[in-house]
C-alpha cells in the first residue's frame, strides 16, 4: 500500500482536479502537448507510484453513454498521429491493477476505450474522446509509473450547442469520484 502523498491526480483544468487531500495534484493543460510536457514534468518533480488522470469528455450519441456518466478508460487511444504503429504507439492500455482499483470503486462508471484528439468532436471513431488522456498515459508508460484515466462524460460530441453541455455536472462529477479512487489506487500500489 502507498501512502496518499505517492499517488498523482493529474487533471487539464483547475475545475476538474479535486482539492488535494494528501495527494500531489497538477494541472496538465488541455491537449496532448501541454498535457504530455506536464505530466512528464510531474513525474520528476513527485515520482509518484501511481498517476490518476482526470476530466472531462464527449460521448457518441451510438455509445447509449449519457451525461454525466463516469467512464474509466481501458485504453488511451492516440488518434490524431499519422505514423504508423511501428514508429509510434497509437494506444496505451491502464495498469491492470489500477484498472479492477477504479472499477471496484466507481461501480456504475463504464469501460470504454477513450479516444485522444487534439480538436473538440475530432472524429476519434471511439465511443468517448478527450484530449489528453493518451498523453498522460504514454508519459506515465515512459516513466514506468502505473496509470489509469477516468473521465466524466459531459456532452455528447454530436451536440454542437455547447449550451446544452453539462460542463458543472461533470465537474463536480469528476471531483467527487477522486477521493475515493485515489484511496482505492493507493491500496493497490506499493
Same mark, same amino acid.
Request: glycine fraction near 10%; aromatic fraction near 4%; hydrophobic fraction near 55%.
Given at each position: 500500500?502507498?501512502? !496518499?502523498?505517492?499517488? !498523482? ?8 482536479? &479535486?482539492? /488535494? ?22 513525474? %520528476? ?5 501511481? *498517476? *490518476?488522470?482526470?476530466? *472531462? $469528455? ?13 467512464? *474509466?478508460?481501458?485504453? $488511451? ?7 504508423? #504503429?511501428? @514508429? ?9 491493477? %489500477?484498472?479492477?482499483? &477504479?472499477?471496484?470503486?466507481?461501480? #456504475? &462508471? ?23 488522456? @493518451?498523453?498522460? !498515459?504514454?508519459? $506515465? ?7 489509469? #484515466? ?5 456532452? !455528447? ?9 453539462? @460542463?458543472?455536472?461533470?465537474?463536480? /462529477?469528476?471531483?467527487? $469520484? ?5 484511496? #482505492? ?6
Amino acid at each position: 500500500m502507498a501512502s !496518499l502523498d505517492r499517488i !498523482l491526480v493529474v487533471a487539464p483544468t483547475a475545475r476538474e482536479l &479535486a482539492p /488535494a487531500a494528501g495527494w500531489a495534484a497538477v494541472c496538465c493543460g488541455v491537449g496532448p502537448v501541454d498535457a504530455a510536457a506536464a505530466a512528464a514534468a510531474a513525474i %520528476l518533480a513527485h515520482a509518484p507510484a501511481a *498517476i *490518476i488522470h482526470v476530466g *472531462i $469528455a464527449g460521448a457518441r450519441a451510438a455509445s447509449g453513454i449519457t451525461p454525466v456518466r463516469l467512464v *474509466i478508460g481501458d485504453a $488511451a487511444h492516440y488518434c490524431d498521429l499519422g505514423a504508423p #504503429e511501428q @514508429f509510434a504507439p497509437h494506444v496505451v492500455a491502464p495498469s491492470a491493477d %489500477l484498472l479492477v482499483a &477504479a472499477r471496484r470503486t466507481l461501480r #456504475e &462508471a463504464t469501460v470504454r476505450t477513450i479516444g485522444t484528439s487534439g480538436r473538440v468532436g475530432g472524429g476519434t471513431g471511439c465511443d468517448v474522446e478527450a484530449m489528453e488522456g @493518451f498523453a498522460v !498515459l504514454r508519459a $506515465a508508460q515512459l516513466g514506468g509509473i502505473p496509470a489509469i #484515466e477516468v473521465r466524466a462524460v459531459a456532452n !455528447l460530441v454530436e451536440e454542437r450547442d455547447r449550451s446544452r453541455w453539462r @460542463f458543472d455536472e461533470a465537474f463536480a /462529477a469528476i471531483v467527487a $469520484a477522486t477521493p475515493g479512487l485515489v484511496a #482505492e489506487v493507493a491500496a493497490c500500489v506499493r
